[in-house]
């Protein structure tokens, strides 16, 4: 290449209507051609004075491009000889001594990565009706909370800005055991609570500190989608056990398996809603003693109960300390704070701590001690008590919507506490083409069936979060949904539905337990 | 137990100066002696008027536990009957039917587990002079951040505060590709750019997709302790790779057994700090499209520069698509920000997003949302610019120190870029135990040995962070420090020092390579 046709080889490459500064441009192709070996090692390059010259710009602007590539290797410039592309290429290992790659074009994901992926559970919408697990965010008192940033802020304490330890903020882990001990008869000083930043990690701390790669967790099936994706991701392997009115349904066969992990929401079973029976607790709590197993209580959203007694955790109950208690911010305040925390037993609390921040080098520090101040000055509490009421308004607007449209033929269960009701179909029908059907017409009703572990156990049903979404708008939205179950279930008229409940609900009691088996639901 | 020793019994156990109110603690003490078994199945309870007038209480207090009681199950009343305790003891399961746990009282952590908080790196000090890696937070512009977030509390929109999803808030990955184009010529589109919560995320979620348990991962050597923490914490098992001045150093053994991961920190070593040279990076890049292997760059700090060029990426080197490109506002901004980023081929754009909403439910939408504005309206620009020069001169200062008290004796490594430098200790001086002694003198001065695979190919030095450490404090701190150095190296001079530079360093030259073989450091 003479240095006309450089000049040309660049010009035709130069975007003049490009944002990006023509030295830049000039920088970058040579440097690609370098990187294609266009121009080979050894090559000459024209002096900048000449190559200016052919571009027709000032010598500054191929300067600049020149001093970049001998900065960074690409060019040498030889003493009173001139400037040559240097030889970068990395020939000391020739490409052909590399083996060939074992799958050269096979798929790009993990066998792991391809079933996380595969098996997704998050839904790409989190807002509106009806979807689970959601607050109303819309809610949330912000101009306390402004403040008290802003004090924090004035403070300018170093230790809340860089990166956090020691299990979290020493004041935030104060006010959550303090609530714990009284909202949830949860047995814990501060320092067995460990903040995190919500559930998913609270999971993935405890596994691969307490797990190792194949050892199994029993979980409830149905369950959140999430506990099997944390656990197949830690190499946990996941076991279904069914659940029925009092929580999980263990056969001997099961008892036989020691598992590692047993991981349950016994406050309000997520999805289905159910209490776990005191009988099945204390069951749990004496075999996780006996084989050293780890109970995993997820209580999730167990601050809004509607008519009934707030209930104790089953991290009170236990005398051996086998139950790890997870808690989060995102039901009672709102989801993107991202604040959860996880009670341990005092042998593991250092533990748990430096693996926080080993894994994830700590959670926030700076709102941990905003959100310390909102629960210490009364406001997480008050918030609480404002959101129940609310809630239970909302609640009783989707009963209505629910009864009026079909009467007593479809039950609404799990309704007695936290922010969703599952509302149960006929079996064999679709609840994912129903599911489907709704989001094409502006509502989330995720399909119950999608919880359950697999197709023998499904059960067909939707999830119908009301928390965030207006009373004015539950019944609108509630009558495009029925119309759509209506067309699905084949049920053609409107407000008295005739088909009776289908016998199979009649072997699962959910809201019919006697006091002596269970706690209250 | 009669009604009137059942009295007895409770007034011993109740704690009248406790906080707890009397009725709770009625509760607790029959439901504990229940579970404990000390109520038998069938025990007739007294009377509630009973019991309060055996107390000297209300009736109303003893009403509360046992109606608490009955709602949980503990008790039954049966008409007309009186109240019994329930029979609620697991019995259908006898405990004699359990297997003996296999490990009765052995370690409770996972040999994972056990591992990671034996290997555990992060200090529990973050924060002081000379801790590395850590900005001066002090200098964060906190009323322009106040200012923005409190305009998007008054907007308050629903899908910043709820579960994020879809890899992030659209305007921070737009604004984040925008300053990576520019600043780190990273070859990127918004699409490409996840948000997560750090470099520790970053890594998890790239190998949980991309690798299976077992798979290699090549490290440098010494190497970031969070780096080989991750990887281990998924399974991935990490191969050492010693470093020299132009970074990885293969071998031809190496070559010939593909790892399926490459991390490497190639602009500013961590925590050596050479930068990676051109024909070593295009080696790897090479290597990595033949045998189909992920290069992970972490290119943690490489915004401050002093004195010296901005580097390219080595992504934006790459016409293969595998370089994954890792990124933090921890050293820019603040660690406890808490919000990183990764850049990956578009081909894994979608599959990266899904994985965090599904292994973390996204991050901080509203956090996000914040950032954003702070980047589009120049602060992020403008405050790292403000903070380069100030760190620049606390380096200077440094140096200074370093000179004053050892002249030419003792090399000071890696301080052309970021937030730390390395001062190398003569052969076979104990960095442990000078670093243990400074803490005692309250300095941080972490060991370089510890950031090395092992003994055998481990050397002596101090990582000294200068960036949160102003310069009148930089003085004192060092000649404190330096006192130690000298006791423990047998160094009795004071200012100028008369050892030799140890002949071992002369074949490391680490800051006289020739342009051609390198790029700037």
């Not at 403070?155 to 020493?170: D, I």
């Not at 714990?180 to 930043?197: G, K, Y």
């Not at 008519?307 to 009672?332: E, N």
């Not at 708008?473 to 008229?493: K, V, W, Y």
Request: hydrophobic letters at 40%; charged letters at 20%.
């Amino acid at each position: 290449m003479k240095d006309a046709s450089f000049a040309e080889f660049l010009l035709i490459r130069i975007d003049r209507s490009a944002d990006q500064p023509m030295n830049r441009q000039i920088y970058l192709i040579i440097r690609d051609a370098i990187l294609a070996r266009l121009l080979p090692v050894g090559f000459r390059m024209p002096s900048t004075r000449e190559l200016a010259k052919g571009l027709g710009m000032s010598r500054n602007t191929v300067t600049y491009g020149y001093d970049q590539l001998m900065a960074e290797g690409y060019l040498e410039s030889r003493t009173g000889a001139g400037t040559y592309v240097a030889d970068t290429v990395p020939d000391q290992f020739s490409q052909r001594q590399f083996p060939k790659a074992a799958a050269p074009d096979g798929p790009e994901l993990s066998a792991r990565g391809a079933k996380l992926i595969a098996q997704a559970g998050a839904s790409d919408l989190q807002w509106g009706a009806f979807m689970p697990g959601v607050p109303d965010v819309t809610q949330f008192p912000h101009r306390v909370w402004s403040r008290l940033q802003n004090k924090h802020w004035r403070r300018s304490r170093a230790e809340l800005l860089t990166y956090g330890g020691a299990g979290g903020h020493a004041p935030l882990r104060e006010a959550i055991a303090e609530h714990l001990r009284i909202a949830r008869s949860v047995n814990c000083r501060a320092e067995q609570v460990i903040i995190t930043t919500g559930t998913h990690q609270s999971l993935d701390v405890v596994v691969k500190l307490l797990g190792e790669v194949g050892d199994s967790a029993w979980i409830e099936d149905p369950c959140y989608w999430g506990t099997r994706s944390v656990l197949e991701s830690t190499s946990i392997k996941p076991v279904a056990i069914p659940v029925d009115d009092e929580g999980l349904a263990l056969q001997r066969a099961d008892l036989r398996r020691p598992p590692r992990f047993i991981c349950v929401t016994p406050s309000h079973q997520y999805p289905l809603g159910m209490v776990m029976s005191l009988s099945r607790r204390r069951l749990l709590l004496e075999y996780a003693a006996t084989q050293k197993a780890w109970i995993i209580e997820d209580d999730y959203d167990s601050e809004f109960r509607y008519g009934s007694r707030p209930l104790a955790s089953l991290q009170g109950m236990d005398r051996h300390d086998r139950v790890l208690y997870m808690g989060t911010f995102s039901k009672t305040l709102f989801p993107g704070l991202r604040v959860g925390f996880i009670v341990v037993p005092e042998s593991l609390a250092a533990a748990v701590s430096t693996a926080v921040s080993e894994l994830y080098r700590g959670s926030q520090g700076f709102l941990q001690a905003v959100l310390a101040d909102f629960m210490n000055e009364g406001h997480f509490a008050s918030h609480v008590r404002r959101m129940s009421i609310l809630y239970a308004e909302r609640l009783q607007a989707l009963r209505s919507a629910i009864e009026g449209h079909f009467g007593d033929s479809m039950a609404a269960i799990g309704d007695e506490a936290g922010l969703h009701l599952v509302l149960r179909l006929p079996p064999g029908s679709n609840d994912v083409a129903i599911s489907r059907a709704a989001r094409a017409a502006g509502i989330i009703a995720r399909p119950l069936s999608g919880y359950y572990a697999g197709p023998d156990t499904a059960r067909s049903g939707l999830l119908l979060g009301y928390a965030c979404v207006p009373v004015e708008q539950i019944r609108s939205a509630f009558d495009t949904l029925a119309a759509i179950i209506r067309e699905h279930c084949g049920m053609p008229f409107i407000g008295s539905c005739s088909i009776p409940v289908p016998p199979a609900y009649g072997t699962l009691p959910l809201r019919s337990a006697s006091p002596r088996s269970r706690a209250p639901s």
